[in-house]
């Protein structure tokens, strides 16, 4: 199954107190207003884009947001048809051609079983991300020039993406370079297109903004998987094989992400960076770009000025790392445990793609009503069933499946278009890139702690059941820290204006 179909964000959950509406001692607090905006700003809330006036930059401000909408349009065909659907099957089934007797690969020497090679390569590639994100955020903060950094790490993903057409064989080397080197672009890219988001929507329109991108996304996955499983169920009758059709769906994705990036870069604009002195300890951030370890140990040692805020993260890194390893694992075991095929397989992405648009869009809206923190608490109580549905599902029966696709797709983009929304609350003005260099660490297939338990408990056991269910444990104790987390205080902690409802 594909990983989107396995997890999702979830429906309603019994709001906890303390959440907007609950009448704890944090909804008493007095929205954080700054003293101004940046240089030449309007006076308004500080870093607040509506507070800008005329109906001129409305409209420059709209043009901006449906740019920014479609970058998630092209990029989001990599985590749907490369990540989620391709993939993982066809580089396990490449690398267990080059497996030996046992039943293992060899890569740098190292005896890696056939099965766990993705998930391994998966991990690899958050642990490149971890080196050159937090050098990337900084960079783009600092100087201001998201769009060059943007485009950059688009195009080498794009590139690395297309050059999967060529993975074919026994190169599983060849596959696992190209995949670390993708999806390591993939979440340097997502750091700066995640740091234009305070930047072109204020606060209270951030849930609505955040969740229209993920829709876009979700629509565009839906489209293309569409193309591919027409090539791919076809490939008998336009006289090509099955591993020339997978090829060409993977480097189709490549192709897609390379050309609708050029509508983001032509519609967003570069902002003058925030000076030193208005940012919070922002002559203490110079020097630190010489390596990346050490401006990712200058963030979080920066967060810590920001405890709330640093409790969201960890509390987010603990449930996406559950989310993007369902997302990256769940095509490997829909097809080695459940034995179902890659038609089916298809089918069912294709049906959680559709549902998720309006899945997005309507968590969205409850947002608005219950608040963003109650919705995400309901959303992980619904990927921690999920998981276990998908543990006791029977093999070969799609029926039950498509079923689980279905009551998934309708909730699965919330949880992660309102995370991005409400943490982008969290960030102190100025360090947008560089927080989210923190945040993207664990987003969209990247978590590295999963993919690891992931893999090491199929090593271990031989059974992907079991490593699914291993997987319960990042949604149980994400949902414990959001929980203790007094969200208006936060938001007002970081400096920023707070919205009526979170």
């Not at 297109?193 to 929507?201: D, E, G, K, T, W």
């Not at 093999?395 to 309708?410: D, E, H, Q, S």
């Not at 927080?435 to 993207?440: I, K």
């Amino acid at each position: 199954m594909s990983a989107e179909i396995t997890g999702g964000a979830g429906g309603g959950h019994t709001a906890l107190p303390g959440t907007a509406g609950g009448g704890t001692a944090e909804e008493g607090t007095p929205p954080a207003r700054g003293t101004g905006g940046p240089a030449g700003g309007t006076g308004g809330p500080a870093g607040d884009p509506a507070a800008a006036a005329g109906p001129a930059a409305a409209a420059e401000r709209r043009r901006e947001q449906r740019g920014w909408y479609v970058y998630d349009w092209a990029v989001s065909v990599f985590s749907t048809s490369v990540v989620t659907v391709f993939l993982g099957p066809y580089l396990t089934a490449v690398a267990r051609a080059a497996a030996d007797a046992d039943g293992y690969v060899h890569p740098l020497g190292l005896p890696v079983r056939a099965g766990s090679y993705f998930a391994y390569a998966v991990s690899l590639s958050v642990l490149v991300s971890v080196l050159v994100m937090p050098l990337a955020g900084a960079v783009a903060d600092r100087t201001g020039r998201k769009k060059p950094m943007l485009a950059l790490f688009a195009y080498l993903g794009a590139a690395a993406t297309t050059g999967m057409f060529f993975l074919s064989g026994d190169r599983y080397l060849l596959g696992g370079f190209l995949l670390v080197v993708a999806n390591a672009s993939f979440s340097v890219a997502m750091v700066v297109y995640n740091a234009f988001l305070p930047q072109i929507a204020g606060p209270g329109e951030r849930d609505a903004v955040s969740s229209k991108g993920w829709a876009f996304g979700y629509a565009s996955g839906a489209l293309v998987l569409l193309a591919n499983l027409a090539l791919y169920t076809g490939h008998a009758s336009l006289g090509m094989s099955e591993g020339m059709a997978v090829r060409i769906c993977l480097a189709s994705a490549g192709l897609w992400w390379g050309l609708f990036a050029i509508v983001p870069l032509r519609r967003l604009r570069d902002r003058p960076p925030v000076p030193a002195a208005a940012v919070e300890g922002g002559p203490a951030r110079a020097g630190s770009v010489g390596q990346s370890w050490r401006q990712l140990r200058g963030t979080l040692r920066d967060m810590r000025r920001h405890p709330l805020t640093l409790l969201f993260l960890v509390a987010y890194l603990l449930y996406n790392d559950g989310v993007q390893t369902v997302i990256s694992q769940a095509s490997v075991y829909g097809s080695e445990e459940l034995g179902l095929d890659q038609t089916t397989l298809i089918l069912a992405i294709l049906l959680v793609q559709v549902l998720a648009v309006l899945g997005a869009l309507g968590m969205g809206r409850l947002a608005a009503r219950y608040g963003t923190r109650r919705t995400i608490l309901g959303s992980l109580g619904a990927w921690t069933l999920t998981v276990a549905a998908g543990y006791f599902l029977p093999a070969g029966a799609p029926v039950w499946f498509f079923a689980l696709a279905a009551a998934i797709g309708l909730v699965m983009g919330g949880s992660q278009a309102l995370s991005r929304s409400l943490f982008s609350q969290l960030v102190p003005r100025g360090k947008e890139a560089e927080y989210f260099s923190a945040y993207e660490m664990s987003d969209r297939g990247t978590s590295w702690l999963g993919p690891l338990l992931f893999g090491l408990t199929y090593q271990l056991t031989g059974s992907y059941r079991d490593a699914i269910i291993s997987l319960v444990v990042f949604f149980a104790l994400g949902f414990l820290l959001l929980a203790r987390l007094p969200v208006r205080r936060a938001v007002a902690a970081a400096g920023n204006p707070v919205p009526d409802r979170i």
